[in-house]
């Protein structure tokens, strides 16, 4: 990446031509959010979504021959539509710091790539025009969940003395929307929302009903071990 921070009234325009190059080589990183939306565009499951299409544990689509991406087809992506935010961004990479701030950097051009750079626009135009938003919103909102989450799943993992294996089972099932949903729908006798923005809501919310319990009971399990004089708790 190049050094140079761009905010979104930072001067930016690009043109793809099409050529594909950036479907090679590239780690596409996915949300729930967007596993929900890739799903749907395939009318499948995101529990056949993650297993069939995903990577380490369904956190990045599958590459396939030649390094592409598995939804590069002969004449371009085949879920365009549904794209992740990763591709809605390309050229530009999006930085969140741990305070909230966002920047932009230009990503690295690729060799004979015959995608076109100007100025004639800004960051926030290329992100309108590519849909970016709705994306950009959702994934921030589930990051703090995510970050909040795996710690707590590698510490109970090791607590318990599950492997390495089972823990990454555990963080593949949480990041199931579908499954997910799927049994609070059961266990509550409700009716789901069936848009992947309500659903992607839902599901946050119930993560943090889990993450919250998990505190709770981590929090309980030292209290219970702290050494005690009599009913005093010793310093």
Request: hydrophobic residues 35%; charged residues 25%; proline residues 6%.
């Amino acid at each position: 990446m190049t050094e140079a921070k761009l905010d979104r009234s930072s001067p930016f325009s690009y043109r793809c031509n099409r050529c594909m190059k950036c479907c090679y080589h590239f780690r596409i990183r996915v949300s729930p959010y967007e596993a929900s939306r890739l799903a749907r565009f395939l009318g499948i499951s995101t529990t056949e979504f993650l297993r069939t299409y995903t990577a380490n544990q369904g956190t990045e689509l599958r590459r396939v021959e030649r390094d592409a991406c598995v939804f590069l087809g002969p004449d371009g992506c085949t879920v365009h539509a549904d794209r992740p935010l990763v591709c809605r961004l390309y050229p530009l990479g999006r930085h969140r710091s741990e305070t909230g701030e966002e920047h932009f950097s230009l990503l690295e051009p690729i060799t004979d790539s015959a995608g076109v750079y100007g100025r004639s626009e800004s960051v926030q135009d290329y992100l309108s025009a590519q849909g970016a938003d709705p994306f950009i919103d959702i994934i921030d909102a589930y990051n703090p969940l995510v970050t909040a989450a795996l710690p707590i799943i590698a510490a109970t993992g090791a607590d318990s003395g599950s492997n390495e294996q089972q823990q990454l089972d555990l963080q593949h099932e949480i990041l199931d929307i579908d499954a997910m949903l799927g049994q609070y729908a059961s266990e509550n006798a409700v009716t789901l929302p069936a848009d992947p923005e309500a659903r992607a809501a839902l599901h946050r919310e119930l993560l943090w009903e889990l993450v919250n319990s998990w505190r709770e009971e981590a929090v309980n399990e030292t209290s219970s071990q702290s050494p005690t004089e009599g009913n005093r708790e010793i310093p």
